[in-house]
């Protein structure tokens, strides 16, 4: 029988992965804790996933499959909005798996700490498992807005997150629509900066998989989008009089990705992007580039902005890549380091 008040609502967008989907779906059925509600969204699937979804659904009735012509994980994740039911709402990505007892774990630190999210740590497979970074221990488990920033946490993926329902929807918090990469940076900046207590649980639940070929993995033009999704979270941040507070983290994170995007561009593709970055950066962007701590900003990435405002001749391009190389050594898990050269190798 379904269950009419489950804890958690898990909600599971779908793409064309089935060579994953099973696993993935196992480790949610599995859960140990068993009154769940489990949301499927088939984005118009062209593969065998429906397939799948049909079978496990059949055999699993807290299983509810909804379809769609395809349109972007944004636009799956938002269409579960109305089957919500959960106190508690949890998304997962379809080529990912959980540990069994992430639901437990996160429902009992949500309960604890009347939290509107618990934020959690995951491991990233690229295929060498490497753990993200534990959260500080000498500070407070539990974090309260007004009186304290959550930048500690920082913003993170959807997965990372454990949202308590009715703030989630109250909120509006929704991921951007349409076909394009990014689609949950500004949802995910929204609850962030939003909640009014979040709480994190140092415990690794969540299995990342990056997988070549996928969408957030193939740079494209469409991946320019990231500087107008940037500019949508600083107009949110200012109409909920939030910007100052957090401007020095929204830069921060705004610098780091999009030294990410243009890592992965394609080379044909990297005037362009490089462009358009140095347009949009702002007089603080810079300095707070310029005298953020590395923890923040590291130095790599300090090099790869005076690349950006100064001339991308030889000399400042050398630089910066001496710089990225010494980082990418040092810096770097061996499993990282790895692939870091490998991919140069290669490129």
Same mark, same amino acid.
């Given at each position: 029988?379904?269950?009419?008040?489950?804890?958690?609502?898990?909600?599971?967008?779908?793409?064309?992965?089935?060579?994953?989907?099973?696993?993935?779906?196992?480790?949610?059925?599995?859960?140990?804790?068993?009154?769940?509600?489990?949301?499927?969204?088939?984005?118009?699937?062209?593969?065998?996933?429906?397939?799948?979804? !049909?079978?496990?659904?059949?055999?699993?009735?807290?299983?509810?499959?909804?379809?769609?012509?395809?349109?972007?994980?944004?636009?799956?994740?938002?269409?579960?909005?109305?089957?919500?039911?959960?106190?508690? %709402?949890?998304?997962?990505?379809?080529?990912?798996?959980?540990?069994?007892?992430?639901?437990?774990?996160?429902?009992?630190?949500?309960?604890?700490?009347?939290?509107?999210?618990?934020?959690?740590?995951?491991?990233?497979?690229?295929?060498?498992?490497?753990?993200?970074?534990?959260?500080?221990?000498?500070?407070?488990?539990?974090?309260?807005?007004?009186?304290?920033?959550?930048?500690?946490?920082?913003?993170?993926?959807? #997965?990372?997150?454990?949202?308590?329902?009715?703030?989630?929807?109250?909120?509006?918090?929704?991921?951007?629509?349409?076909?394009?990469?990014?689609?949950?940076?500004?949802?995910? #900046?929204?609850?962030?900066?939003?909640?009014?207590?979040?709480?994190?649980?140092?415990?690794?639940?969540? &299995?990342?998989?990056?997988?070549?070929?996928?969408?957030?993995?193939?740079?494209?033009?469409?991946?320019?989008?990231?500087?107008?999704?940037?500019?949508?979270?600083?107009?949110?941040? &200012?109409?909920?009089?939030?910007?100052?507070?957090?401007?020095?983290?929204?830069?921060?994170? !705004?610098?780091?990705?999009?030294?990410?995007?243009?890592?992965?561009?394609?080379?044909?593709?990297?005037?362009?992007?490089?462009?358009?970055?140095?347009?949009?950066?702002? %007089?603080?962007?810079?300095?707070?580039?310029?005298?953020?701590?590395?923890?923040?900003?590291?130095?790599?990435?300090?090099?790869?902005?005076?690349?950006?405002?100064?001339?991308?001749?030889?000399?400042?391009?050398?630089?910066?890549?001496?710089?990225?190389?010494?980082?990418?050594?040092?810096?770097?898990?061996?499993?990282?380091?790895?692939?870091?050269?490998?991919?140069?190798?290669?490129?």
């Amino acid at each position: 029988m379904t269950i009419l008040q489950p804890k958690v609502t898990i909600i599971l967008p779908v793409y064309n992965v089935e060579q994953y989907l099973r696993q993935c779906l196992d480790s949610v059925v599995n859960q140990t804790m068993r009154d769940i509600q489990i949301v499927c969204i088939n984005d118009g699937a062209t593969d065998g996933s429906p397939a799948i979804l !049909k079978e496990y659904a059949a055999k699993d009735p807290r299983i509810e499959v909804y379809h769609q012509e395809n349109q972007g994980g944004g636009s799956a994740r938002n269409a579960a909005y109305p089957h919500i039911h959960g106190k508690y %709402t949890y998304f997962v990505d379809p080529d990912d798996w959980l540990e069994l007892d992430l639901c437990q774990q996160c429902w009992d630190k949500a309960e604890a700490t009347e939290a509107d999210m618990v934020v959690l740590r995951y491991i990233e497979h690229s295929p060498f498992p490497v753990p993200s970074p534990p959260f500080d221990p000498a500070l407070p488990e539990i974090r309260q807005f007004p009186n304290e920033r959550h930048d500690v946490v920082g913003t993170g993926a959807p #997965w990372q997150r454990f949202w308590r329902s009715d703030f989630f929807l109250s909120n509006n918090i929704r991921f951007s629509e349409g076909k394009r990469p990014y689609n949950d940076v500004f949802a995910t #900046w929204k609850g962030f900066v939003l909640a009014n207590r979040l709480s994190v649980l140092n415990n690794t639940l969540y &299995h990342y998989r990056i997988r070549t070929g996928s969408y957030q993995q193939t740079i494209d033009e469409k991946h320019f989008c990231i500087v107008d999704t940037f500019d949508e979270v600083e107009k949110m941040l &200012h109409e909920n009089g939030r910007f100052e507070s957090y401007k020095d983290v929204f830069s921060a994170r !705004k610098l780091v990705v999009y030294h990410y995007s243009y890592d992965k561009c394609p080379p044909s593709l990297r005037p362009k992007f490089r462009e358009l970055v140095r347009r949009s950066l702002s %007089t603080y962007d810079r300095e707070f580039c310029r005298t953020a701590p590395k923890n923040l900003v590291p130095k790599h990435i300090k090099r790869f902005y005076e690349m950006i405002d100064g001339n991308p001749g030889l000399v400042s391009t050398m630089n910066y890549y001496i710089t990225l190389a010494i980082y990418g050594i040092t810096k770097k898990s061996p499993s990282q380091i790895f692939h870091w050269i490998i991919k140069r190798i290669r490129t």
